[in-house]
Nanobody, 123 residues
Framework: LQLVESGGGQVQPGGSLRLSCAAS????????VHWFRQVPGKEREWVAC????????NYVGSVKGRFTISLDDTKTTAYLQMNDLRTEDTGVYYC?????????????????WGQGTQVTVTG
């Protein structure tokens, strides 16, 4: 399984972006899919996850109500819709997959990672 992120870019505060994570094979329905972000000099931060087979989604508190994680109908692409972006959302965003058989995807440890896509929020 390989993951390829896209959709990053530069936006002003208050703007929106939708990140995509395309899987090269397999059906993401049976995985937990996570989004992380990292700023130079800081540790990678978990942002959100989805466990489609167990119907759960989780978000870090700072993005709740602004970001939405989802899968497309074919279950081969994951999305992170980001609205009302803030300067502190700037970073490289990575998608990752882990085991999907957890009641909460937040308990799954990712083992496969994409290369990342840059998001810059600046006014």
């Amino acid at each position: 399984l390989q993951l390829v992120e896209s959709g990053g870019g530069q936006v002003q505060p208050g703007g929106s972006l939708r990140l995509s994570c395309a899987a090269s094979e397999d059906d993401l329905f049976y995985y937990s899919v996570h989004w992380f972000r990292q700023v130079p000099g800081k540790e990678r931060e978990w942002v959100a996850c989805i466990g489609e087979s167990t119907n759960n989604r989780n978000y870090v508190g700072s993005v709740k109500g602004r970001f939405t994680i989802s899968l497309d109908d074919t279950k081969t692409t994951a999305y992170l819709q980001m609205n009302d972006l803030r300067t502190e959302d700037t970073g490289v965003y990575y998608c990752a997959t882990g085991a999907g058989d957890y009641s909460s995807c937040a308990n799954s440890s990712p083992s496969t990672w994409g290369q990342g896509t840059q998001v810059t929020v600046t006014g």
